[in-house]
């Protein structure tokens, strides 16, 4: 996915929007896994002003900035600040909005210090919350998105796949399908042996893979054929003490030893998943998600059955492509995609914030909560 190359002006001639981003790890700024931050979007887009990047490692927050600054689009970081202590930034700069691109375990929570959520909305901040939205019990996270709903504060959850034409035709597609979708199939097989992070092995502080990663598949499973009847949901795993859970190319710490050596076998995420359950309407549905692969690339692709209809989506994160065999047809339509869902998404959370609306959201967080519910009671059972 190339990342823009001209300011994107179909929203321009409004206020400026006085940005902040709250991490500045990969998911706000970029990394080794791939071009999927939010710094590179919202950077072309006419009108943000992005004016601090908070981060307790204030050396990687200011390597972030000095990049962006060295970049294409200098002028949107002109007046940038980084702090330490994204509670002094808010006081300081009093932003508009913020992009809250943290740990599991560092945000969704009620109380101080990772109360970030509902001090945002106390201060009136509009909010674009990556997921996963926390890792703690869903029944205590409830907590939090009453205090949201009950703020009225701009917040978009980024699920970003929701923004994706390829799915919006998909969706169509099935719309028009007498019956609507009757099987949901993903399959995501993630590239282990570069992710050197601690914290990522660790599901006391990711949460696990299920819920930090393929909750994005989940959400298209809700989006597309609708909720999902939480009783019925059956796991397998293979767990890391499991023989066939040795991975042969674990990446390692500054000693020599594998990244999760610290961490307790009962603490260690699962290698595979395999979920299966029945959606509320009496539709099927299935994830299977592993840590197989080695290198950086992900192998992922979805597909949904109906009557005379079958859709698959290959390679959703970068270049996809969506075929579809259509009723009376043998032969399958491929369509190539190379939009960007983040950008899009992207837009969409400036417009709301210009509007005063969540009417472009297509991630609430009440609706976040329910795709957030079914990755942790699928992550639950491993």
Same mark, same amino acid.
């Given at each position: 996915?190339?990342?823009?190359?001209?300011?994107?002006?179909?929203? !321009?001639?409004?206020?400026?929007?006085?940005l902040?981003?709250?991490?500045?790890?990969?998911?706000?700024?970029?990394?080794?896994?791939?071009?999927?931050?939010?710094?590179?979007?919202?950077?072309?887009?006419?009108?943000?002003?992005?004016?601090?990047?908070? $981060?307790?490692?204030?050396?990687?927050?200011?390597?972030?900035?000095?990049?962006?600054e060295?970049?294409?689009?200098?002028?949107?970081?002109?007046?940038?600040?980084?702090?330490? &202590?994204?509670?002094? !930034?808010?006081?300081?700069?009093?932003?508009?909005?913020?992009?809250?691109?943290?740990?599991?375990?560092?945000?969704?929570?009620?109380?101080?210090?990772?109360?970030?959520?509902?001090?945002?909305?106390?201060?009136?901040?509009?909010?674009?919350?990556e997921?996963?939205?926390?890792?703690?019990?869903?029944?205590?996270?409830?907590?939090?998105?009453?205090?949201?709903?009950?703020?009225?504060?701009?917040?978009?959850?980024?699920?970003?796949?929701?923004?994706?034409?390829?799915?919006?035709? !998909?969706?169509?597609?099935?719309?028009?399908?007498?019956?609507?979708?009757?099987v949901?199939?993903?399959?995501?097989?993630?590239?282990?042996?570069?992710?050197?992070?601690?914290?990522?092995? $660790?599901?006391?502080?990711?949460g696990?893979?299920?819920?930090?990663?393929?909750?994005?598949?989940? &959400?298209?499973?809700?989006?597309?054929?609708?909720?999902?009847?939480?009783?019925?949901?059956?796991v397998?795993?293979?767990?890391?003490?499991?023989?066939?859970?040795?991975?042969?190319? !674990?990446?390692?710490?500054?000693?020599?030893?594998?990244?999760?050596?610290?961490?307790p076998?009962?603490?260690?995420?699962?290698?595979?998943?395999?979920?299966?359950?029945?959606?509320?309407?009496?539709?099927?549905?299935?994830?299977?998600?592993?840590?197989?692969?080695?290198?950086?690339?992900?192998?992922?692709?979805?597909?949904?059955?109906?009557?005379?209809?079958?859709?698959?989506?290959?390679?959703?994160?970068?270049?996809?492509?969506?075929?579809?065999?259509?009723?009376?047809?043998?032969?399958? &339509?491929?369509?190539?995609?190379?939009?960007?869902?983040?950008?899009t998404?992207?837009?969409?959370?400036?417009?709301a914030?210009?509007?005063?609306?969540?009417?472009?959201?297509?991630?609430?967080?009440?609706d976040?909560?329910?795709?957030?519910?079914?990755?942790?009671?699928?992550?639950?059972?491993?």
């Amino acid at each position: 996915m190339a990342n823009p190359i001209a300011k994107n002006t179909s929203i !321009m001639n409004h206020d400026t929007v006085k940005l902040a981003f709250i991490g500045a790890g990969g998911v706000n700024f970029g990394g080794a896994e791939g071009p999927w931050d939010h710094a590179s979007r919202f950077e072309t887009i006419e009108g943000v002003e992005c004016v601090g990047v908070a $981060d307790v490692d204030v050396i990687r927050a200011s390597n972030a900035l000095a990049t962006r600054e060295a970049g294409p689009y200098p002028e949107a970081w002109a007046t940038c600040q980084v702090f330490a &202590d994204w509670r002094q !930034m808010i006081e300081k700069i009093r932003p508009n909005a913020v992009v809250v691109g943290l740990q599991p375990d560092k945000h969704g929570q009620s109380d101080p210090p990772h109360d970030v959520e509902v001090t945002l909305a106390r201060h009136g901040i509009a909010m674009l919350i990556e997921k996963p939205l926390g890792m703690t019990h869903p029944d205590k996270l409830n907590e939090v998105a009453q205090a949201l709903g009950k703020s009225g504060s701009i917040i978009s959850v980024g699920y970003m796949f929701r923004y994706s034409a390829a799915i919006t035709k !998909m969706r169509q597609v099935l719309e028009d399908t007498p019956g609507g979708p009757c099987v949901f199939l993903g399959r995501y097989n993630c590239a282990y042996s570069t992710i050197n992070r601690v914290a990522w092995w $660790d599901k006391r502080r990711s949460g696990g893979p299920i819920i930090e990663q393929a909750t994005h598949f989940l &959400d298209l499973a809700r989006f597309i054929c609708g909720e999902v009847d939480l009783d019925s949901i059956q796991v397998t795993t293979i767990d890391a003490v499991n023989p066939m859970g040795q991975l042969s190319a !674990m990446p390692k710490n500054s000693t020599g030893a594998e990244v999760d050596s610290n961490v307790p076998s009962t603490a260690k995420i699962p290698r595979t998943t395999l979920a299966q359950w029945c959606f509320s309407n009496g539709a099927a549905g299935s994830l299977a998600h592993g840590l197989l692969l080695h290198q950086q690339r992900y192998e992922a692709d979805l597909e949904v059955w109906a009557d005379g209809v079958r859709c698959v989506l290959t390679n959703p994160y970068q270049m996809c492509r969506l075929g579809i065999r259509r009723s009376g047809i043998e032969e399958t &339509d491929w369509q190539d995609f190379d939009d960007d869902p983040y950008l899009t998404e992207d837009i969409a959370f400036i417009k709301a914030v210009r509007k005063g609306s969540t009417q472009l959201v297509r991630s609430t967080y009440a609706d976040a909560m329910k795709t957030y519910r079914l990755s942790w009671t699928i992550s639950d059972q491993s």
